[in-house]
């Protein structure tokens, strides 16, 4: 909102006492979202916003602002995000041509820099899996600490010779999917064959290589995060999804949830509300949506009914 600059203010003595558009005294106000210095009369703008050009800091752990020096460090990068050029230039950073001893020590430094570089191949094909990463992770929309974790489990294949005699693309999706399984995103292996351009044979094949060749601890999955994307598919209501919540949480306090498909016990669950709240979906339409067959609905069905005496 707007205020009045005041003579006492710090700035006042910047200001001039009268408008140069229209000539009237202290009319001058400032616009503190904006951050101008405008004429409350005419509307001139006497000062715009001034912008910082100051270096950028950033907080550290201890609250002490540091010096930001270019983008964060990023596993999902070849490099890292550390890898510097020398580049071709003949002058320093002021522009003043380097001198011909100095010309002859930056040389040395570019063969030994380019001596230094990692392998180009093994550079180029860890460039390639980790596009396809990102590419499949945009496609299933998991975000960036996916991503991340993604490139982490491929590079522990590559340090085991994982990838050998392997396709890259599989390769690649299956070390998204072990992330998503890790880190409880519900994507199944179904969603991430199709984002990938796989084969879901293929990549179930090559995610339990990942998984017995890395000794990667799965989480159980909860089947509760798997009822929105089925409840979006049936079309049920938020009353009928929140009373699925309900069922799931009695059958794990049950312990009839043991060991079971978490996409067919949503499945099951949802079914069970939607007839309890008048919905009614059919046993076909849900097993679809849930991505298992209609006996596994079924049987969980039948499982969840008879335990928890619905």
Known sequence: MPSRQEPGDKDSEEIP???PNCGKKGTFVRDEESGEMVCSNCG????EKEQEAGPAFSSSEG?????????????????MGLSTVIGREGT???????????RSTVERMRIWDRRSQPDQS????????????KTIG????????????AAYIYRKAL????????????????SLYAACRDLQIPRSLKDVAAAGNVSKKDLSRSYRT?????????????????LPKIGSAIGVSPRTMRRAQEILRMAEAEGVSAGKDPMGLAGAALYIASHLEGEGKSQPRVAKAAEVTEVTVRNRYRALKSSLKL
């Open 210 to 226: 990942l998984v017995t060749e890395l000794d990667i601890r799965m989480p159980v999955e909860d089947p509760i995060r798997s």
């Open 92 to 102: 320093d950073a002021s522009g003043t041509g380097l001198s011909s001893k100095t």
């Open 44 to 47: 001139f703008v006497l000062r």
């Open 122 to 133: 093994a550079h180029r094909s860890m460039s390639r899996a980790f596009e396809e990463i």
């Open 138 to 149: 945009a496609k299933l929309s998991v975000g960036q600490g996916a991503i991340e974790r």
């Open 63 to 79: 609250g002490a602002p540091q010096l930001a020096s270019g983008p964060p460090m990023s596993i999902a990068q070849p490099d």
């Open 17 to 19: 006492e009268k408008c």
């Open 159 to 174: 340090e085991k010779r994982l990838t050998r005699g392997r396709s890259l693309t599989q390769l690649a999706a299956a």
